[in-house]
């Protein structure tokens, strides 16, 4: 399984060739870039190109963006309306396909190969409307991407419209066989359960979110640190026809040191050792 790191984990800082480095120092066989602009600002033609050229020289590949959430840089806290294509307004739902295809063109020059969609947002409804505006988006974004070179993955959330059965139920009515599935364990962990997620979606799972939690809530912890079961999860992972990449996506607030272990202690401390451990759990 390909070992790809989110830049998520790093959220609160500029996306710069020295966090990539991290990455692959840390084992990270790719990354992939969180569309965020006070992080990744896919509106900057300087910062896409600086790291279009250090994609050139390194070995690290750009596997994936995350689609914006937000349309600004502060994730919405100033009061910019959150990146929504199931919004009951047209207007809004507009707006938030405009701010997914500008991130999109970045693949111009940054070679990424798929890219991530959420599907409205915590307090959408399941209902016929939801089904004809995700059936929409996904139409739209996978003509848009197909020319790019990329393939559009949509991610299952902790909302109605986007459990396992209604993806596959909004995919099977628009037989949408050219978009996959990003499958998130802590989503899947918090609502339905990581193994029915794993039997509901089977084929359609490109690439794994790979984070932990405690059953309750999106906490994105490190794997180990809530109470998903790793060794369970990793076999039915491996259990696929073909093995999905996995995808560390880490909250950044978590992305800082520890302090130093007690002498003879094994648990990982740094960043760098904190991701290697990550992958061990999922077994890749």
Known sequence: MLRVLSTHLFLNQRL?????????????????????????DYTSREHVMELAGWFRSNALQPFSMHAPLFPDREMGRAGAPAVNVLHPEKARRIDGMDEIKRALESAEHIPIRHLIVHLGERTDAWNPRAVEYGLTALEHLGAFARPLGVKVLVENLISEPTTPEHLVTILDLGHLDGIGVC??????????????AVNVLGKRIVSVHVHDNHGVRDEHLW????????????EALKALPE???VVLEISHNLSSASEPN??????????????????EKIGA
């Open 243 to 245: 093995p999905p990449a």
């Open 223 to 234: 794997p180990g640190d809530g109470t998903i079961d790793w060794p369970a999860t990793a």
């Open 16 to 40: 710069h060739p020295g966090l990539l480095e991290l990455a692959n120092r840390a084992g990270a066989e790719a990354v992939e870039i969180f569309a965020a602009r006070q992080h990744f």
């Open 262 to 279: 007690a002498p003879g202690s094994t648990t990982p401390t740094t960043v760098e050792e904190k991701i290697r451990a990550g992958f």
């Open 183 to 196: 499958l998130d364990l802590g989503h899947a962990h918090a609502t339905v359960g990581i193994p029915e």
